[in-house]
């Protein structure tokens, strides 16, 4: 929007959150509040933006500059004495901008959607208001501030519920917190804001009815009132929540993805998800994870911070900041840990576990094993039971496995070691040195038959009979 800004108001601990965490801290849709704020702002174009902070300062402070594609300055409010107050902080950290547009919004309305806040800014700029507000008309109206209007309609006024007379507290018209400023009439305005008034905090509303004696106040009705909803409790986090993951599943199905049981089905904010693919019941993806087209995740699977390539299936299994390529097959049951990269078409079982391994093109691992800093190479076959020795109670050592090796049942590689191209190890061996390309590799002990030692034991036991 060229040279406009917006104010994030972040400096409130939220005491009814009943939380030692500040109130923008707490994640909702899988980012914290105050990132997810920042982001509806940044995609309606509000690429610089001031944040100001109170408690935990701080902390809320580097979170808010964390995110990408936008300029931050942060603001401190030492002492929270009301919205005008931040404000004014916020405007402390613009002294050189003295002309544009400046939007003012809470750090804890999450359920804001860009094309609202986009659509106002249409509104403001048309009608060459000196201050445009977004409102609602709402069945109950309670705690919010009531818009004021004229006999011609005109907004006059927004008054607060705690100072409301009667007559104004059955005006079902509200204050929806998101405002977008003249931002040389806001200077103008924001000194004369006092705090004469029930709360004796300075009112950021209190500059509407300046406002509106020098110029014209523009109103701009939200559509959805889901979207003006707050966060002040636990209650209303969990409603918030609710109410942005519907969002990104409805978003997800129309580019075409197929969610089994939106209801239990949970996909956070970042992630990507390619056409054709299913979600099955209890499929959580999180963070930044990506999936590819015509995948099938689920049920009970939990994604985290992972890419999967095209055409995947994960069944009941855990993958945290793992790579997987085209065409793999992974669970039920199955551990994917941190640094784990699989090739294409590789096959992980049931209750195998592998951590920060590579694991080269077709290559198998079916059930039952353990995968720990190695590298596998292509069509290896890892028998049931196998596990890489990587850690000596002091340092990880690594495991190399050729590319064509077959690693038998109830083996342990005890690392470091490597077992050659086209390889084959014995069933139930313990290798602690390489096995050599094309060798088979034996470390077991040889099995002896001793002839009727059961039936003697039995004997001396008083039992006849084989058994």
Request: hydrophobic share 40%.
């Amino acid at each position: 929007m060229g040279n406009a800004w917006a104010v994030i108001l972040a400096a409130g601990l939220g005491t009814r959150m009943r939380s030692e965490l500040a109130k923008v801290l707490h994640p909702v849709a899988g980012r914290p509040m105050i990132q997810k704020v920042q982001s509806i702002l940044r995609e309606a174009g509000f690429h610089q933006q001031v944040v100001v902070v109170g408690y935990q300062a701080d902390e809320v402070a580097r979170v808010a500059t964390e995110l990408p594609g936008i300029t931050v300055r942060i603001a401190r409010q030492p002492e929270q004495r009301g919205t005008a107050d931040a404000v004014m902080q916020g405007l402390a950290a613009l002294q050189e901008v003295n002309e544009g547009q400046l939007l003012v919004v809470n750090g804890d309305a999450p359920l804001l959607r860009p094309e609202t806040v986009r659509r106002m800014v249409e509104t403001h700029l048309s009608s060459e208001a000196l201050c445009t507000l977004l409102t609602a008309r709402v069945d109950d109206p309670t705690g919010y501030g009531r818009i004021l209007r004229d006999e011609a309609g005109r907004c006059v006024a927004v008054v607060e519920e705690p100072d409301a007379t009667p007559e104004q507290r059955a005006i079902d018209e509200i204050n929806a917190g998101l405002y977008l400023f003249d931002l040389g009439a806001l200077r103008w305005a924001l000194p004369q804001v006092g705090a004469e008034n029930r709360q004796h905090e300075y009112y950021l509303t209190d500059v509407v009815a300046h406002l509106a004696a020098r110029g014209t106040v523009a109103t701009f009705p939200v559509d959805d009132p889901a979207e003006i909803h707050g966060i002040n409790d636990r209650i209303q986090l969990a409603q918030a929540e609710k109410i942005l993951r519907r969002r990104i599943l409805e978003h997800w199905m129309a580019k075409g993805v197929t969610v089994v049981d939106p209801d239990t089905t949970f996909v956070d904010d970042e992630v990507q998800l390619g056409r054709d693919t299913v979600l099955l019941p209890m499929t959580f993806l999180e963070g930044p994870t990506t999936v590819g087209r015509g995948c099938r995740i689920g049920p009970n699977t939990r994604i985290v911070a992972s890419r999967l390539g095209d055409h995947v299936e994960v069944q009941m299994a855990v993958l945290l900041e793992a790579e997987v390529g085209d065409g793999c097959r992974i669970g039920p049951f199955a551990y994917l840990r941190p640094g784990t990269r699989l090739a294409e078409r590789v096959k992980v079982g049931d209750f195998v576990e592998i951590k920060n391994s590579r694991i080269g093109t077709g290559s198998k691992v079916p059930h039952l094993s353990y995968v720990g800093d190695a590298t596998v190479g292509a069509g290896v076959n890892l028998g049931a039971g196998t596990i890489t020795c990587n850690y000596d109670g002091r340092r990880k050592y690594p495991t190399t496995i050729g590319d064509g090796a077959f690693i038998g049942s109830h083996t342990s590689l005890v690392a470091p070691v490597t077992v050659g191209d086209g390889a084959f190890v014995a069933a139930g061996s313990v290798i602690t040195k390489n096995v050599p390309p094309d060798a088979l590799g034996i470390a077991r002990g040889r099995q002896r038959n001793v002839e009727r030692w059961a039936a003697r034991r039995r004997a001396e036991d008083g039992e006849k009979g084989s058994r």
